[in-house]
């Protein structure tokens, strides 16, 4: 099993979760964050006064799915999520080593 976690621009959510829905991706945990990598923020004029927005508002995506299906959810959360501007996000795999239903102690892939 595989956690996906994908850092992605807010206006980019809709389609990346029709793109998810689309192959059968339903569990999904969604966080509203703020953060910056190269993008770096920009600059606004509030009242005469310059100031430097440097955490800008993203969306987290977490799921854990199947190994196989893994390269298909990064290409469809990839494809949804680009604009091909600076700024559209990353996504970052990590390895699950277990995953527990707490209703019915299913365990493993059939947890999920």
Known sequence: MKKVEAIIQPFRFEAVKE???????????????????????????????????????????????????LEEVLRAVATAARTGKIGDGKIFVYDVEQAIRIRNDNRGDSAL
């Open 19 to 69: 793109a998810l829905k689309a192959i059968g991706v339903d569990g999904m945990t969604i966080t509203e964050v703020r953060g910056h990598g190269r993008q770096k923020g920009h600059k606004e004029i509030y009242r005469g006064q310059e100031y430097v927005v440097d955490l800008l508002p993203k969306i987290k995506i977490e799921m854990v799915v199947t190994a196989a299906r």
